[in-house]
């Protein structure tokens, strides 16, 4: 079981709570620019024992053109990267570039919804174009832990898992927690997908294998048959 979580300068204590409650690996990720603060980062992670350990980036971009000039250094350099937005115009930039491996919190919890349908921006062309780049999308237990009204909000994750799964798009969930006391086991947090819509074995392979198959991709990229993300040389 793999969990995702954000660290605050905690990761051993993470670490702990993660090995007690029978997490095997840990992807930690951090809202570095910069690829010297990565690579920093990832040979303090490295130093680290007692479990598994991937260093990524979660990225919060406010435009368009964050996303366009996300430098290649920091993509090869990453085991993971996410990516969270509320902005249709950013959300779909996201979705757009296969250089980002996971979107995450694209809903709002405040607003009205339509009578039929609910405004979780997401839709059929954010999810098409989320399979073509290769993108999953992620649900932040964190986030539903620290709501005090949270129905608006599940509802509208509860659309979005249904969208993503009719497109193929894997889904992921994990705890995001930045205090150990946060940190919840896969398995709960596979239960809870599937009360949220998702069918029995999606909720399985987000909890591991859709996790492992990014992390398998990422160390493709660093093979010197690969061109530029989405091209590798074949032959």
């Known amino acids: 079981m793999i969990d995702i979580q954000i660290p605050l300068n ?16 840990v992807i930690f990720l951090y809202p570095f620019k910069k690829k010297q603060d990565l690579v920093a980062q990832k040979k303090k992670n490295n130093s680290l024992k007692g479990i598994k350990i991937s260093t990524g980036i ?39 570039q296969p250089k980002i491996d996971l979107l995450v919190n694209p809903e709002t919890d405040t607003g009205k919804d339509h009578t039929h349908y609910r405004y979780s921006n997401v839709n059929q062309v954010i ?7 290769d ?11 620290s709501l005090d009204s949270r129905i608006k909000l599940l509802g509208r994750i509860m659309q979005n898992i249904r969208i993503f799964q009719k497109y193929k798009v894997p889904l992921v969930i994990a705890s995001f927690a930045s205090k150990p006391e946060d940190i919840r086991n896969p398995k709960d947090l596979s239960a809870l ?5 998702s069918s029995y ?30 091209v590798k040389v074949v032959g």
Do not use: M, W
């Open 10 to 25: 905690n990761e051993a204590k993470l670490i702990e709570e993660s090995k007690r409650i029978g997490i095997k690996q």
């Open 127 to 133: 999810a098409k174009l989320s399979k073509e780049n």
């Open 193 to 197: 997908l599937r009360v949220l819509g």
């Open 135 to 145: 993108l999953a999308y992620g649900v932040d237990f964190h986030r539903l832990l």
């Open 58 to 96: 979660l990225l919060k971009p406010q435009a368009v053109s964050e996303i366009s000039r996300f430098p290649k250094s920091l993509y090869f350099e990453a085991d993971f990267i996410a990516c969270q937005s509320t902005s249709e115009k950013v959300i779909r930039a996201i979705v757009s």
């Open 201 to 230: 074995k999606e909720s399985k392979l987000a909890i591991k294998q859709n996790l492992l198959a990014i992390l398998e991709r990422k160390e493709q990229r660093r093979s010197p048959e690969y061109v530029r993300p989405g």
